[in-house]
């Protein structure tokens, strides 16, 4: 306990420390902390679906039929009608042969890797890339290579040096980077995998209900439908509710199913979360108004951003940086904002590299032209006090 003792000062003394805040009530464009009112610009509740009254409606039928739990790993009894239909619905919406759902996106890249990779084979990774695949490749006693970002002559120069060194080699790269908002080079990394008879595997957290037709994700933005081997989504964002899957053949969700270790040691999403997703995928099959709303705000906020004179990077996305730069002057200008009625929580070293710390401003399809209007103008009078433009 010493240990721990000396580890948490040394984190206060380097400003590192924090607790998180408590929402009291939904997660919304608006919410409330500390009893006070504040734009939310840190959700990944994308669409609003997190609040919605169709997936709410159909989490209580669900909990009504099935109970709160499903009582057991899916491997033993925990498998339950209603987990299939949404494997098959997330496969059609996908457009791929097959799906299977997971506890979490982080239990889902955790779950893959290990599995379909491992001693005698190369995981090849963008140096950006998420903290659940970097934890993945760990767990999978694969060897690793990493090449830069999103730079494709690293990666093919690695290829070239070491593909014939390995039984397997597996492509990994985020479909869109999430502290940048950038997209992976997708078409590339493909063709470089064609070329060097390599495997490609695209979390497509941030992509989901984001991009492609109807938010079916980034490789649906690029017309690339049978041409990645495994596609990771989250649940959790743009669905709005929990868990991840991955998107690939039948014959890859049957080994999952057998040797994907967050489906045999873990107990399968609830009856009422799983309702609530297909809830999702309904409406995301019928129509784009939230997906177009969520682009028309993220444009908007964009815009404004630049008016002011702000560093908001090479984001192709709605996920839309400030980029400050020194980290000290970044969390003081979360707090402050804070205060002044916005909350933009501040991105420090190591999530992203050093001397390039930020806000990351998340719009929503809930936020209305007066919430970003007002937050960019709080976050520009807050930036001017504090010298930052």
Request: proline fraction near 3%; aromatic fraction near 6%.
């Amino acid at each position: 306990m010493n240990t721990i003792n000396e580890k948490l000062l040394d984190l206060k003394e380097r400003k590192l420390f924090k607790l998180p805040l408590v929402l009291e009530g939904a997660n919304e464009a608006v919410v409330s902390i500390d009893g006070k009112k504040v734009i939310n610009l840190s959700s990944n509740n994308y669409l609003g679906f997190a609040n919605h009254p169709k997936l709410i409606e159909a989490s209580k039928k669900a909990l009504d039929k099935y109970g709160v739990g499903s009582g057991a790993v899916r491997t033993i009894v925990g498998n339950m009608d209603i987990h299939e239909e949404l494997d098959r619905r997330l496969a059609k919406f996908k457009r791929e042969e097959a799906a299977l759902v997971f506890q979490s996106g982080y239990m889902c890249n955790v779950g893959v890797i290990q599995a379909v990779v491992g001693r005698g084979d190369l995981i090849i990774s963008d140096e950006l890339n998420h903290a659940s695949i970097i934890d993945g490749v760990r767990l999978s006693r694969a060897e690793k290579a990493i090449f830069k970002h999103s730079d494709m002559e690293d990666l093919e120069n690695i290829l070239k040096e070491k593909r014939h060194l390995y039984k397997d080699v597996l492509i990994i790269t985020d479909g869109v980077f999430s502290m940048d908002g950038d997209l992976a080079k997708l078409p590339e990394i493909v063709k470089l995998a064609k070329k060097y008879n390599a495997l490609t595997y695209v979390d497509d957290a941030h992509g989901s209900g984001v991009l492609g037709e109807n938010g079916r994700g980034t490789v649906d933005h690029f017309k690339l439908h049978g041409q990645v081997d495994f596609i990771i989504g989250t649940l959790s964002k743009a669905i709005g509710v929990v868990g991840g899957y991955v998107s690939s053949s039948k014959e890859v969700r049957e080994w999952l199913l057998n040797l994907g270790r967050p489906q045999l040691f873990s107990t399968s999403i609830t009856p009422a979360n799983a309702a609530a997703i297909i809830a999702s995928i309904d409406i995301l099959e019928s129509t784009t108004e939230y997906t177009e709303k969520l682009w028309d705000n993220a444009n908007y906020l964009k815009k404004l951003l630049k008016e002011k004179g702000f560093n908001i990077g090479n984001s192709e996305t709605p996920i839309t940086p400030i980029i400050v730069g020194d980290e000290a002057k970044t969390i003081e200008l979360s707090k402050k904002i804070l205060e002044r009625g916005v909350f933009a929580s501040p991105i420090l070293f190591p999530t992203v590299p050093r001397n390039t710390a930020r806000l990351r401003l998340m719009p929503t399809a809930m936020h209305t032209k007066k919430d970003l209007k007002a937050a960019v103008e709080i976050i520009y009078k807050t930036s001017k006090e504090l010298n930052i433009i």
